[in-house]
Structure formats: C-alpha cells, structure tokens
C-alpha cells in the first residue's frame, strides 16, 4: 500500500515538474519572439533615422532655409502626411502605431500603439503584429488625444519578471534612478518630446480605493490642473522640486506594482521640449 502511495506522489510530482518546465520554457520562447520583434521594430526606426533627407526645410517664401550660403539647416524630414521618416515604415504596418516611448538606461524603447474607445485595452494582450502575447504593447488610453495633446496621456505597459515592457519604471521608485535620469522622449508621429518625471507614486486600481490618475484627461480649468498635479505629488515616493503649471502637458506611464492589492506605479512626467 506505501509503495502504491509512493509510486503515486512520485508520478505526480514528476507530471508537476514537467508542467512547470513547459510552462517556463513557454514563457521564456515569447520572450525571446517579442525581443526579437522589438529589436526588428527598433532597427527600421533607426535605419529610417540614418537615411539622408530628400529635401530641405522650406521658408514661407518657398525657398531653402539657410544660415549662410551653401549650407542647409538640419530639419527632420517627413513623408506624405507629416509623418516624422522614422515612423513612416512601422505606421504602415500598423496604423494603430501612434509614437514612441523611450527612457535612457532602461529597456524602454517601444512603439507607442493607441486605438479608438470601441477597441478599449486592444494591445494588453497583442503585440504589434496583433497577435496573442502576455506581454501585450505599450498603449495608450484611448479617451486620449495625442496630437491635439490632451493635457494628460496616460500610457500602459506590463511589467514584466524578464526586465520588458514596462518593468524599468520600478528603478524610479527610488531618487537615485531619477537623479541619475529624469528624462523621457515620447514622439508622436509628428512631434519629438521630452518631458521629465515630476511625480512617481502608487496606488490601487480599485473601483473606489485608489486615485483615478488615468481618468484625468483634460482639465476643466486651472484648479482641477492643480489639484490632479497636487495629487500626484503628494502620493510621491520623493519630491523632485517640480510642479507643472496650468498649460502644461503631461504624461503618466501605468503599469502593475505588487505590494498592494490591484496595485499601480505611475510615473508622472511633464514636458520641457
């Protein structure tokens, strides 16, 4: 009877054992396939950025701009629709593309993906070719405009155990990581931008317990500005000494944090340029 009972344990832990390594095995595969495809996505931006430009800023007379004869001033060059060159490609083989995100001394580096409300979270679980992916893209919420702007953007992204996505935004849970960079480029198709981390705090996405930071959108007046700003500074894990003003626009990077129930870290940048 022992032996059965033994035999049996052993048979399911070995069944256990076996789901466990399909399993990570699994997820360590897409993992390498999402890289893979980020790389291949990051590699057509930066060739489309290495490529000469065809033609020269224009002056409102028509004529090349220049500071002395001869020499042209340096302008980003655009395809048909003002799209910036480094997005046409990748705007093409996805309209849904809509910017790019990128922190210095992180792994964030991805394509910006944004869809109309009546496909709400389309990109939580599809990658940028629309296929079945946990890791999903960086997107942003769909209530907002990104080329108007609206006065907040609130962007989401997992964060994942392997370091993708998201997950380089938990450095800045501590100040040293925004003393050491405290800068985010964020270009829509049409528009390069930096802005820089003002706020980073957590809260709980719990209907009713936490604050609702990616429900602001754009501000009714200039108290309802301050007071979204107040707020965000005042759940800061630090004070960084910058506080946007009204007109300002602003940016919030979402994604999960485990140390409260249904919990998110945001990190709250405004732009400078």
């Not at 100040?175 to 820089?196: G, M, P, Q």
């Not at 754009?218 to 946007?244: H, M, Q, R, W």
């Amino acid at each position: 009877m022992k032996k059965a009972i033994y035999i049996v344990v052993i048979a399911i832990l070995i069944v256990a054992f076996c789901v466990s390594a399909f399993m990570v095995g699994r997820y360590l595969l897409e993992g390498k396939k999402q890289a893979d495809l980020y790389d291949d996505l990051v590699d057509i931006k930066n060739q489309a950025q290495t490529a000469p430009p065809t033609t020269a800023a224009p002056t409102q007379a028509g004529t090349t701009e220049t500071t002395k004869p001869g020499f042209e001033v340096a302008t980003d060059p655009t395809v048909e629709g003002g799209i910036l060159l480094d997005y046409a490609e990748l705007h093409e083989m996805n309209p849904d593309m809509a910017g790019w995100i990128k922190i210095e001394g992180t792994k964030i580096d991805y394509p910006v993906m944004h869809t109309s409300v009546d496909n709400k979270d389309y990109y939580l679980k599809r990658n940028f070719d629309k296929q079945a992916s946990d890791r999903g893209c960086i997107y942003a919420r769909e209530e907002c405009d990104l080329d108007e702007p609206s006065d907040n953007i609130t962007i989401y992204g997992h964060n994942m155990a392997d370091g993708s996505m998201f997950h380089g935004l938990m450095a800045y849970t501590e100040k040293e990581a925004w003393d050491y960079n405290s800068l985010i480029f964020f270009d829509t198709l049409k528009e390069r931008h930096v802005y820089k981390i003002f706020a980073v705090f957590k809260t709980s996405a719990s209907l009713g317990k936490g604050f609702s930071y990616h429900q602001f959108v754009d501000a009714e007046d200039e108290a309802d500005f301050n007071e979204f700003v107040s707020t965000c500074k005042n759940l800061a894990f630090y004070d960084t000494g910058i506080t946007p003003k009204y007109g300002d626009k602003i940016i919030c990077l979402s994604t999960c944090e485990y140390t409260l129930t249904n919990g998110r870290l945001v990190v709250a940048a405004v732009r400078i340029a």
